[in-house]
């Protein structure tokens, strides 16, 4: 090896431990940021989870105050739908003599149906609600339906018609009720429409 190459090897090895020091002090500086950028992240979420906390709280205190916003809302629902089936009580063409809301109770079952409309040889049970979720069809034809027919056996001899009535209802779901044989009813306006069962 020459005078010249000896003397240029420790100028190349100190050139590659100033690169491998830049690229380190690089690394450094840019893993600080991320943490800054994490830490700050770390507290954003913490004030909004805070703030979540504030609107939760506030929101529990309107509903103990209003009695809850579901339950007022379903009140207003089965209001408007018995006002106005009392004032007009007809639902696809058959007229009845009587609307009422019932609960009873027998041999340890227990259930309420959110309104009744009966007359000598028809029964309709309306399943009332604000806004109108799978769920609701579910239980309407699963519980209540077979709930009824075991709680009130003097209406065997009746048609029995099942509906759900809402304000809201998804065209999915309106689609589903009917195939299955219930009748929807929903708020239009000031009015009902009724959307008969397609069997």
Same mark, same amino acid.
């Given at each position: 090896?020459?005078?010249?190459? =000896? *003397?240029?090897?420790? $100028?190349?090895?100190?050139? %590659?431990?100033? &690169?491998?020091?830049? /690229?380190?002090? @690089? ?10 950028? =994490? *830490?700050?992240?770390? $507290?954003?979420?913490?004030? %909004?989870?805070? &703030?979540?906390?504030? /609107?939760?709280? @506030? ?15 379903? $009140? ?30 027998? $041999? ?45 056996p003097e209406y065997g001899d009746h048609r029995q018609h099942f509906a759900l ?7 999915a779901l309106k689609a589903a009720a009917r195939e299955q044989g219930v009748i ?7 009015v009902i429409e009724t959307l008969p069962a397609d069997h």
């Open positions: 090896m020459t005078d010249e190459e =000896q *003397r240029g090897q420790p $100028a190349d090895r100190n050139g %590659a431990h100033a &690169r491998i020091d830049a /690229i380190l002090e @690089k690394i450094a500086i840019q893993q600080a940021k991320a943490e800054v950028r =994490q *830490r700050e992240a770390d $507290a954003r979420h913490k004030e %909004a989870g805070v &703030r979540q906390a504030k /609107i939760d709280a @506030k929101l529990t205190r309107l509903e103990e105050m209003y009695g809850g916003g579901g339950n007022s809302q379903g $009140a207003a629902a089965e209001e408007f739908y018995h006002d106005s089936l009392k004032a007009n009580p007809v639902l696809v063409g058959i007229r009845f003599d009587v609307i009422e809301k019932r609960t009873r109770s027998h $041999a340890g079952l227990e259930d309420e149906f959110d309104l009744l409309l009966i007359n000598s040889r028809d029964v309709f049970v309306l399943e009332v609600k604000y806004k109108a979720h799978e769920k609701d069809l579910e239980r309407l034809l699963n519980r209540k339906k077979p709930d009824f027919q075991r709680l009130f009535a809402t304000f809201h209802i998804d065209d929807v009813l929903q708020r239009k306006g000031d």
